[in-house]
């Protein structure tokens, strides 16, 4: 299962002892996830945070389970542990700067605790290392708002801190985020599907409903940084099915194009295309299709797959026939979620 972030807000200061983020939770999210950088010019260089309840007051009462360990590159590690924490200790800086991840559940639901993991890294000002793991439990069910950072030691200030606040979105591994849509309604020479970058690393590519003026053979090519690209570089092999004639086989290497099949001003096409290697300049681009048709009440389809024998990236991909102009259709590009 991956995730998508969704980002909520963002808060920053200078020169401070705190610094509160409210109205971050609520969002209807399960969990979010928090980012923090920050310095600060402490000998005492411990921070925490509290949250904040529904009327936006900060927790301060004895309200926190913690169990956090330190991590010390100079020294034995630390083990902090308290039933009765008024603050949870996240993390230790003192001038040297401290990054934090922190995830949050349950903060919306008003019959459950708000629980918590956390790590982050930082330093002394002898430049050693000290990072922290964490969890903590907020243990009165009730709705949470948002969280409020402190220095331990009150007089000491932030010399800068930065915190952003993320929603959590779940997303099944296998599904698909829609990159690009393109609907045709009048003719058109061809139709473009580009969006390709390293965010994926398989692609898929739905035709519906593509209907032709004329009779016409379609074919497509992958595009480059936009524009499609006619080289013969192109191999491919393809089975042709059909309900009412033998099937047939088709192959060829260094063509122009990926070639299709012929359609009829009749026909109605449907496919699928999966991109392999699009976005990886040291590889060839690959792709797999099949398509359906009913090509005058007889019902045709094609399963293929091709290469593009250049070793660079590929941003989409390029549709176009031999003759006329597509007519109907919708075309989309998806990227496909681990």
């Not at 169990?67 to 590690?77: C, I, K, T």
């Not at 949870?88 to 800086?93: C, E, H, K």
């Not at 401290?98 to 903060?107: D, E, Q």
Request: net charge negative.
């Amino acid at each position: 299962m991956a995730t998508n972030l969704q980002f909520i807000k963002s808060s920053s200061a200078t020169n401070v002892t705190t610094l509160s983020v409210t109205d971050c939770f609520n969002q209807g999210y399960d969990v979010y996830k928090i980012t923090l950088n920050s310095e600060s010019n402490s000998t005492d260089g411990y921070f925490g945070f509290q949250l904040i309840d529904n009327s936006s007051s900060i927790i301060t009462g004895s309200e926190y389970d913690e169990a956090v360990l330190g991590m010390r590159s100079y020294n034995d590690y630390l083990e902090n542990r308290s039933a009765t924490a008024s603050m949870v200790s996240a993390g230790y800086d003192q001038d040297f700067g401290a990054t934090m991840v922190l995830y949050i559940y349950n903060p919306d639901d008003s019959s459950s605790f708000t629980f918590g993991n956390f790590q982050s890294g930082g330093g002394t000002s002898g430049t050693q290392l000290f990072g922290t793991k964490g969890i903590f439990v907020h243990h009165t069910a009730e709705i949470i708002s948002g969280i409020h950072f402190k220095m331990s030691a009150g007089s000491n200030d932030f010399n800068y801190i930065n915190v952003s606040v993320y929603g959590v979105k779940w997303i099944m591994s296998g599904s698909l985020i829609k990159i690009q849509e393109t609907t045709v309604s009048s003719g058109v020479s061809s139709v473009s599907l580009v969006g390709i970058d390293t965010t994926f690393d398989v692609y898929k590519v739905v035709l519906n409903n593509m209907t032709v003026s004329t009779t016409a053979f379609m074919y497509w090519r992958v595009t480059k940084s936009g524009t499609n690209d006619s080289t013969a570089n192109y191999d491919l092999a393809m089975n042709q099915l059909s309900a009412d004639r033998d099937f047939s086989d088709f192959s060829t290497t260094n063509a122009t194009q990926w070639g299709i099949d012929a359609m009829t001003n009749t026909d109605v096409l449907n496919g699928i295309f999966y991109l392999f290697n699009f976005n990886n300049s040291s590889e060839y681009s690959f792709a797999t299709w099949e398509q359906t048709k009913n090509e005058g009440g007889n019902l045709r389809a094609e399963q293929g797959g091709g290469v593009h024998t250049v070793a660079s990236a590929s941003d989409g991909i390029f549709l176009t026939l031999d003759t006329g102009t597509i007519d109907s259709g919708t075309f989309k590009l998806y990227g496909l979620v681990k």
